[in-house]
Structure formats: structure tokens, C-alpha cells
Nanobody, 121 residues
Framework: VQLQASGGGLVQAGGSLRLSCAAS????????MGWFRQTPGKERVLVAS????????YYSDSVKGRFTISRDRAKNMVYLQMESLKPADTAVYYCAAGRTETILRNSPTSWGQGTLVTVSS
């Protein structure tokens, strides 16, 4: 499985960014796609996930109401639309994929490379 993340950058507080993840290498039926983020010295944490089949979503409390995860099954793409960004959202964001239990254990089957999001105050 290959996951290619893109879309990070520098944005002012209150601004928006959209991250994209191109997925390839297998069919993702019954898998979950997730976005994790990591700051220096801390573990990667799940911020949003979506089931490939039904599109069922999950959001961490810290991003609920501001971030939206979506997927395009025809294009094998996963997106994270981030609105009302805060300096606390500054992190390296990683696209990930795997069965549900692997996502929930922070041990997905596949990781993409990270993309840096910096939110200035």
C-alpha cells in the first residue's frame, strides 16, 4: 500500500487548508482511512478517520466541528478539510490506512509520509 499525502503549508490562525492523500496498491474495502498528527516529542494521535465502504466518520474532540474528512472511492483519494485553524493545530499530519482495530491502536497497516501544517498566530 502506498499513501502519498500533500497539501500542508503555512496558514494564519482562522484560515483553512485541505490535505489530500492518494492511496494505491490494493482495494480498500473494509479498511479505514485516517489522518494522524504529531508534534515534537509527542506520539502521533488520530484526529479523524473514515470507513472506506460506508463513509462513517470519527473526529477527535480537538478538531470536531472544524475538520472534515472525506474520501473519493473512484479516485482513491482521502481528504482532510481544515477550517478555523489554530496554532495548536500545528503539527506534521500523516495519512494512514488499515483495519479498524489497527487505526484505533495507533498502529495502522500503512503510513504515508507526513505533511507539515504550521498555523501562525
Amino acid at each position: 500500500v502506498q499513501l502519498q499525502a500533500s497539501g500542508g503549508g503555512l496558514v494564519q490562525a482562522g484560515g483553512s487548508l485541505r490535505l489530500s492523500c492518494a492511496a494505491s496498491g490494493r482495494t480498500f474495502t473494509n479498511w479505514v482511512m485516517g489522518w494522524f498528527r504529531q508534534t515534537p516529542g509527542k506520539e502521533r494521535v488520530l484526529v479523524a478517520s473514515i470507513t472506506w465502504n460506508l463513509g462513517t466518520t470519527y473526529y477527535s474532540d480537538s478538531v470536531k466541528g472544524r475538520f472534515t474528512i472525506s474520501r473519493d472511492r473512484a479516485k482513491n483519494m482521502v481528504y482532510l478539510q481544515m477550517e478555523s485553524l489554530k496554532p495548536a493545530d500545528t503539527a506534521v499530519y500523516y495519512c494512514a490506512a488499515g483495519r479498524t482495530e489497527t487505526i484505533l491502536r495507533n498502529s495502522p497497516t500503512s503510513w504515508g509520509q507526513g505533511t507539515l501544517v504550521t498555523v501562525s498566530s
